[in-house]
């Protein structure tokens, strides 16, 4: 059976929202976009590049989707996008259609978080979650989620869209943490019992 890993950007107030460019995610009126990229490095570049490495599938909400497919295929000096390009990467969406323009892109059919408690039954290596929170939060509902790798950030932004909402559930332990050169924590949490039904 896989385990199913959600990696974020988290601020210390637990905000999840556009780590990655001022453009990335302007709901609510959000005006803190690209707040994670000060703190990058060479050690959450290993680190996360390691991780990147084992080659598992990745299962991705729709603007996520959408959004990495609008800028990796078009790095191609990073070496990254090789990585992204091959990986199996699963769709849940109630809008897009199939085919999926990137390649070995799969819509996943019916209610996202059956198919996804389908998908963990296969053999095979553990299925990663980037971003898509909306998506995160209806499987943490289910409990599907076994691992969190969290990149805490020594922020406070104040508003914003967060991994954990008002109501959400989940109990944890830490399994493993690297702190890097910017003082952001790379913390991995095992989920310590099923977690409960909660409110987004």
């Known amino acids: 059976m896989s385990k199913l890993v959600v990696t974020s950007n988290l601020t210390l107030d637990g905000v999840m929202q556009a780590p990655g460019r001022s453009d990335e995610d302007t709901r609510g009126g959000f005006e803190h976009g690209g707040w994670a990229l000060p703190y990058n490095d060479e050690v ?39 990585v992204l390009n091959k990986v199996q990467k699963y769709v849940a969406s109630t809008t897009l259609q199939e085919p999926l323009p990137w390649s070995n892109s799969t819509l996943l059919k019916g209610d996202a978080a059956e ?23 209806s499987l943490m509902r289910r409990g599907l989620i076994d691992d969190f790798v969290l990149l805490i950030h020594p922020l406070v932004l104040g508003s914003g869209r967060r991994l954990f909402p008002d109501g959400a559930f989940a109990a944890l332990r830490l399994v493993d943490s690297v702190t890097t050169t910017t003082g952001v924590v790379i913390a991995t949490y095992r989920t310590a019992q099923p977690t409960a039904e909660g409110g987004e």
């Open 115 to 137: 198919a996804v408690a389908e998908l963990k039954q296969r053999s095979g290596k553990d299925i990663g979650v980037l971003g898509s929170g909306e998506l995160v939060h």
């Open 44 to 82: 959450m570049g290993r680190v996360m590049g390691e991780r990147m490495a084992e080659g598992g599938p990745l299962l991705l909400g729709r603007r996520t989707y959408e959004d990495l497919y609008g800028f990796w295929p078009n790095q191609p000096e990073n070496p990254f996008t090789e």
